[in-house]
């Protein structure tokens, strides 16, 4: 008997090895992909600007990698004497105004650099409503908690968005033509106006999508979405906050992912990379003996794992476990 929907996953001749360059832009999905492949040493650069959730920002992101943006002033908003990027998450905010420009512009070079040589770029769109700043009639990335009063907000369309996204994916081809593009919507709900809001918003997303996959540089569509609303069809499933994927939802559709785009060998060297970064964060219990031994254990692992995988960079595990001997 056959007690849940499967969700059919898409195939990728390309692979995911430790010498691929992979990005990840957006949403959820983004970044908790990219932070696992990241926990074991992959060549990853996830979310350099930050989360971001519209598909408008993820699309100026990377028109600005794809053009190697200089910031200055003019792209910094003052808001009671803090300085910050509309463009970038929240934590891009400082209150000193070179400070800011010259992390922006930091960030700018690496993504400019990477987007250059990336094999694949993963795209996850979060939500299609926008808010745009009333000054400006610009879409903004993130609001930074400023008044509302500032913005409007809106339901962007399908064809805005896919007509958007038809022009990057179009630069992207000219600075990259070996870029494989990946699209994914984020299976957060955004319940703010409620959950019939939250679907058209997700529809639009979907069918943007949809429209753009014609494109020379898309490669496909992975189902995130899809794998948490068929396959994990159960509330035990979401954190806490009844909105987010809970960890194990998270593991279930990373397996998903490394089934579709990482061969098993590489699969588990990344497995014991990850096991050596995540004890990193490990709390040792007791004192100096237990932490020598624990370390001990560690480097013997790091050993291992370096004549096996010489190709994989342990510096910071090696330096850090040193220090505990």
Known sequence: ???????????????????????????????????????????????????????????????????????????????????????????????????????????????????????????????????????????????????????????????EISGRWRATLDRLAEVNPALKVWFTVSPVRHLSDGAHANQLSKSHLLLAVSELMSHRSVAGYFPAYELFMDELRDYRFYASDMVHPSETAIDFVWEKFSQVFIDSPVLRIWNEAARITRAMAHRIAGGKREAASFATAMMERISELKAKAPYIDLTAEETYFRSLL
């Open 1 to 159: 008997m056959e007690l849940r929907t499967e969700v059919s996953l898409p195939a990728s001749a390309d692979r995911i090895s430790f010498s691929t360059p992979v990005m990840f832009l957006g949403s959820c999905f983004a970044g908790e992909i990219g932070y696992r492949m990241a926990s074991g040493k992959l060549n990853v650069l996830t979310n350099p600007h930050g989360t971001l959730f519209n598909p408008f920002s993820v699309a100026g992101a990377l028109d600005r990698f794809a053009s190697v943006y200089v910031y200055d002033e003019k792209d910094i908003y003052l808001h009671q004497n803090r300085y910050l990027s509309l463009e970038h998450h929240t934590s891009f905010s400082s209150w000193e105004k070179d400070a800011l420009i010259l992390r922006l512009n930091e960030v700018s070079r690496t993504a400019s650099s990477f987007l250059r040589e990336a094999t694949f770029l993963f795209v996850t769109f979060g939500t299609s409503n926008v808010f745009t700043l009333k000054k400006s009639g610009n879409i903004v990335a993130n609001c930074h908690k400023l008044p509302s009063s500032l913005f409007d907000r809106r339901q962007a369309t399908w064809a």
